[in-house]
């Protein structure tokens, strides 16, 4: 291969990872703490933290939820049945521009209190894929590409990519440790990362290609979900309607399913006398779940239709959106997803590092002010997000239940938390650079011991009684992955007290 292509692909991969390096770490680091966004819940949702119910679930106590949803106008209703990991019942649906979520105790169907917090699935998982803004998909999308290419042309660029893999050398200067810590972590997280971008990009197909479905159905816009899918669906009448048992429905439901449980309900126009029940099969056991849905009348309870399999192509698409999605049953390729995600962080953040290191030695194209400027984006962007993470933690164990500021409620307090810590570690950034990263990663120890500490204090869990009891193993893991960051930062701001060290 060409000297002259291998050095564009250089120049490529060097600049797409300076532009959109802040982006792709944003995007990866909520991506590895989305693998455990259950645990995040069950963390800062403490009356969430139920034993697994053993018995029968008290669904039909999600009636009040049902007609309030209805009374609202609301146009779905959605309840996520209990599981391992996310054993309460949960119900969210939409009045206006509000998303309501309320929580049930399985067994009892009592009510549980508002957990006031938007957590994992509500936060930190949308923030991966959508960055909670308008053009959020198609900006992610761009970020996509840009890591398939980094993939490619980062292959490329490194003739010995397998020696670099078993070389690293710590006792070397600063910046070959860097850049073989890019080249380790770059190598053993390379099918991984090209996978799991890939995927990423395929389950936004819709998004990203509406052309497509448009060319064959016109303006029918559920049309191709129909097709494609299979999905059962009448048009809404405008009549009101009653809601026959939910429990004798998830009943005929797992009879149909050989005694399989449910993983969820929805409905779309609650309320309506045309509304229809939609149970999905759980399939945990499966990559890409099951495809069984079994669709009922609301108002009667009879069967409708049953959905076992959509089309083959769209089942390819399944399976691999399953493989990012990662909801099937799996401890130890959870930990694994977890892990790599993590090296995706460590290979973004050390590009950055040698980037900046390697123009502090000559006289670059951006000037001094230049370069501190890009300094200033990473620190903000890599440790800067993390502190922005743990405030967020934080702040969850902090405000009341109930708490309004503003007209804010709890909830939204804690994500206007998250956004103006991650604003001001950018501040920080750009007036102190020299004592930054040091200063940040202190920052970081701080708030992980705090968030620990905290949690122990409003709910009495600390990670010894969380160890001993064996439904609190989210919440003793979420523990001892803060005390780990903690002490990695902490180890991170004695060894480089200023500015990381020039080479």
């Not at 291998?6 to 490529?12: G, M, P």
Request: include cysteine; charged fraction near 15%.
């Amino acid at each position: 291969m060409g000297t002259g292509f291998r050095a564009s692909l250089d120049w490529l991969h060097t600049w797409a990872g300076v532009v959109l390096g802040g982006l792709l770490f944003a995007i990866f680091w909520m991506g590895t703490l989305s693998v455990f966004d259950r645990e995040i819940d069950r963390w800062m949702a403490p009356m969430t933290r139920l034993a697994p119910a053993g018995g029968p679930v008290a669904v039909d106590a999600l009636r009040s939820s049902y007609e309030a949803a209805a009374a609202a106008g609301a146009s779905s209703w959605f309840a996520q049945l209990p599981t391992e990991r996310a054993p309460v019942l949960q119900v969210t649906w939409r009045e206006g521009t509000r998303q309501l979520l309320r929580v049930f105790d399985p067994a009892s169907g009592a009510a549980l209190p508002d957990p006031g917090t938007w957590a994992g699935t509500g936060f930190v998982y949308p923030f991966h894929y959508m960055l909670h803004v308008r053009l959020g998909y198609w900006i992610v999308g761009v970020a996509g590409m840009a890591m398939l290419l980094l993939c490619v042309s980062g292959v490329v660029i490194h003739r010995k990519i397998f020696a670099d893999f078993f070389t690293f050398r710590a006792d070397r200067q600063p910046r070959r440790l860097v850049l073989d810590l890019h080249n380790v972590t770059g190598v053993l997280g390379l099918p991984f990362h090209f996978t799991i971008t890939l995927s990423g990009l395929i389950i936004f197909y819709g998004v990203y290609f509406p052309g497509t479905a448009q060319f064959v159905f016109g303006n029918e816009a559920r049309a191709f979900p129909r097709e494609a899918y299979g999905i059962y669906e009448r048009q809404k009448v405008g009549r009101p309607g009653e809601l026959a048992s939910l429990a004798a429905m998830t009943a005929e439901a797992g009879r149909l399913w050989d005694g399989e449980a449910p993983r969820y309900l929805f409905v779309r126009h609650p309320g309506d006398a045309a509304a229809v029940v939609q149970v999905a099969r759980r399939g945990e056991d499966r990559v890409a779940g099951s495809p069984d849905i079994a669709y009922f009348d609301a108002s009667t309870g009879a069967l409708l239709h049953q959905r076992v399999a959509p089309q083959p192509v769209l089942s390819a698409q399944r399976f691999i959106a399953a493989l990012h999605l990662i909801q099937f049953r799996h401890w130890t390729l959870r930990w694994v997803y977890f892990v790599l995600g993590l090296a995706g962080c460590a290979v973004i953040a050390t590009g950055y590092l040698f980037w900046l290191e390697s123009r502090k030695k000559k006289d670059d194209r951006l000037g001094p002010r230049g370069v501190r400027l890009v300094e200033a984006l990473t620190v903000g962007s890599v440790s800067g997000i993390v502190v922005a993470t743990l405030t967020f933690f934080v702040a969850n164990r902090l405000l009341p239940l109930g708490a309004v500021f503003l007209g804010e409620d709890r909830a939204q307090l804690e994500m206007w938390v998250f956004y103006g810590v991650w604003l001001a570690t950018f501040a920080h950034a750009r007036l102190w650079p020299g004592r930054a990263w040091a200063g940040q990663c202190l920052a970081i120890t701080v708030l992980a011991l705090a968030a620990v500490v905290l949690n122990w204090i409003t709910t009495g869990d600390h990670p010894i009684r969380s160890l001993s009891h064996g439904h609190l193993w989210a919440v003793a893991g979420m523990d001892c992955l803060l005390l780990a960051m903690g002490g990695l930062a902490a180890l991170v701001a004695h060894r480089h007290p200023g500015r990381p060290p020039r080479c």
